[in-house]
């Protein structure tokens, strides 16, 4: 399967195919907004606006699983993200990305790129999976990488 092969819940709560984002590099990052790692949405928002013209495209997922740090609704979240960090990308739904009730997505991502020793597990937010044109999972990257980081390898798929 490809990442674009899914079907997602959009932040209004209608279903939303990821074949829109067909033919696009992609950065998939489930977020939380009340994270040590919040701060990372600015650097998100500065790889979608180097490199959105040129066929990138960043895809935040809310995720309450960590901590309890996505508590708000659809759109206490969307109007987060929008005040706090002038998103431009797409902010879905909160979903959930490990356990039983995991999305579909989630569980392909983590499938294609397992983590450290070979863990499927997301152990936390702001983990961030790269999506080459094709829709296959190139590689996974823990928290603590931070998204200027990723430029090297966006490019290289570009």
């Known amino acids: ?13 209608s ?4 074949d829109a984002f067909a033919g696009r590099v992609l950065l998939i990052v ?12 600015a650097g998100l928002e500065q790889l979608q606006r180097r490199y959105g ?7 935040a997922f809310p995720c309450n699983q960590f901590g309890g740090q996505e508590p708000g ?5 969307a109007r987060f993200c929008a005040t706090q960090y002038n998103v431009s990308f797409p902010v879905f739904a909160r979903l959930e990305v490990n356990g039983a009730a995991a999305s579909p997505l989630f569980e392909h991502l983590k499938a294609a790129a397992p983590g450290l020793l ?10 961030k999976f790269l999506v080459d044109r094709g829709g ?7 928290p603590t990488a931070r998204p200027e980081d990723l430029a090297a390898a966006i490019e290289a798929l570009l």
């Not at 279903?15 to 990821?18: A, G, H, T």
């Not at 489930?30 to 949405?41: E, H, I, V």
Request: glycine share 8%.
């Open 1 to 13: 399967m490809r990442v674009t092969d899914f079907t997602v819940r959009a932040s209004d709560g």
């Open 15 to 18: 279903s939303r195919s990821l």
């Open 30 to 41: 489930n977020t939380a907004s009340r994270c040590g790692f919040t701060p990372q949405y």
């Open 53 to 59: 013209d040129r066929g990138f495209g960043v895809l």
């Open 73 to 77: 609704d659809a759109a206490e979240i």
């Open 118 to 127: 070979g863990s499927k597990r997301i152990k936390w937010n702001f983990t």
């Open 136 to 142: 296959a999972v190139v590689s996974r990257h823990a």
